[in-house]
């Protein structure tokens, strides 16, 4: 076996989380990529980079990357504060991510994460100037480890 598909256990643990998922409609958090509908506020959990601490690739750190998005203008409520209110949501799960054990039909590992960027503003205009989306990021290095 091999290692688990880690962007997948942190999209899990986040949905598992009462407070976030309070913040955000119907589960929307999405692995690698937006939803083709935005038109609700959502979140995108990436991989930014990974390291391998080992020859074998048994212990790595992967840097993941959340993002919280939501169309501008987004009614019922402002955009920048929704996903302010979404990205801390996620930030403070992620935070508390310490010596987390998923398993998939990958495999399985153990990881902690360690918050390397809080939150900043991002926007997407990839849509055109009418859609654009705005929202928060944060960074997290997780230290993972095949088990």
């Not at 019922?76 to 403070?92: G, Q």
């Amino acid at each position: 076996m091999g290692a688990p598909h880690i962007l997948s256990g942190i999209r899990s643990l986040l949905l598992a989380d009462s407070d976030f998922t309070t913040l955000l409609p119907t589960g929307r958090c999405f692995v690698r990529k937006s939803p083709p509908d935005v038109t609700a506020p959502f979140v995108v959990v990436q991989l930014a980079g990974n390291v391998p601490l080992d020859d074998r690739a048994w212990v790595t750190l992967p840097l993941i990357q959340v993002n919280a998005w939501c169309i501008d203008p987004y009614t019922p409520a402002d955009p920048d504060l929704v996903t302010w209110d979404l990205i801390n949501a996620a930030l403070k799960v992620i935070a508390n991510a310490h010596y987390v054990t998923f398993t998939d039909s990958r495999g399985s590992a153990t990881y902690r994460a360690r918050i390397t960027d809080t939150p900043q503003p991002a926007e997407d205009t990839s849509r055109g100037d009418g859609a654009p989306l705005q929202g928060y990021l944060f960074r997290a290095e997780l230290t993972l480890q095949s088990t």
